[in-house]
T-cell receptor, first 112, second 113 residues
Framework: SQQGEEDPQALSIQEGENATMNCSYK?????LQWYRQNSGRGLVHLIL?????REKHSGRLRVTLDTSKKSSSLLITASRAADTASYFC????????????FGKGTKLTVNP | NAGVTQTPKFRVLKTGQSMTLLCAQD?????MYWYRQDPGMGLRLIHY???????AKGEVPDGYNVSRLKKQNFLLGLESAAPSQTSVYFC????????????FGSGTRLTVV
């Protein structure tokens, strides 16, 4: 069963705007990861945040983690048309940390 | 630096036929995984391996078998294909500490008619 659930399912913005995607999960985790998938391609790892971290940055990406609310957010600043893709959060459970469980994804469209 | 390579990229099978999907990684990763991706369902774990000679079931293992005879290869077999197995299959690998996350292959699009 899905551990993470992304929200919204779809998001459409204009180039230059910020995009925020949220992920909620159900059980305790060791870490949470975000991935990007361009249409027809494999997933690409974006960023990993550990359960003892609250915020992490990578270029135009900012990820937050709130373990008390079992939620995470991915912020893409100054979006570009090339950011158009589906974004997935993935968690590895403390009980079975060798496996990642993925959400259903948020489909982001950045209009030029 | 190829990363994770999946073969074939596309395949059409008739119901009842068998086939093997091959995944090869050149990063010396210990862990390897097979996922399937269906519209509206996200990625679901089929089987995984934490090392050469070991395999374990994931969320949706029925109808599939796997083998990891060599560290760099992870094979996914369909013994008797069914239309419900029409999907896009992704292989992934990771190091034990998963610092760099998973590395995914480009996928195999399988259609069972």
């Amino acid at each position: 069963s899905q551990q993470g659930e992304e929200d919204p399912q779809a998001l459409s913005i204009q180039e230059g705007e910020n995009a925020t995607m949220n992920c909620s999960y159900k059980t305790s985790i060791n870490n949470l990861q975000w991935y990007r998938q361009n249409s027809g391609r494999g997933l690409v790892h974006l960023i990993l945040i550990r359960s003892n971290e609250r915020e992490k940055h990578s270029g135009r990406l900012r990820v937050t983690l709130d373990t008390s609310k079992k939620s995470s957010s991915l912020l893409i600043t100054a979006s570009r048309a090339a950011d158009t893709a589906s974004y997935f959060c993935a968690t590895d459970w403390q009980g079975g940390s060798e496996k990642l469980v993925f959400g259903k994804g948020t489909k982001l469209t950045v209009n030029p | 630096n190829a990363g994770v390579t999946q073969t074939p990229k596309f395949r059409v099978l008739k119901t009842g036929q068998s086939m093997t999907l091959l995944c090869a990684q050149d990063m010396n990763h210990e862990y390897m995984y097979w996922y399937r991706q269906d519209p509206g369902m996200g990625l679901r774990l089929i089987h995984y391996s934490v090392g050469e000679g070991t395999t374990a079931k994931g969320e949706v293992p029925d109808g599939y078998n796997v083998s990891r005879l060599k560290k760099q290869n992870f094979l996914l077999g369909l013994e008797s294909a069914a239309p419900s197995q029409t999907s896009v299959y992704f292989c992934a690998s990771s190091s034990v500490d998963r610092v760099g996350g998973y590395t995914f292959g480009s996928g195999t699009r399988l259609t069972v008619v």
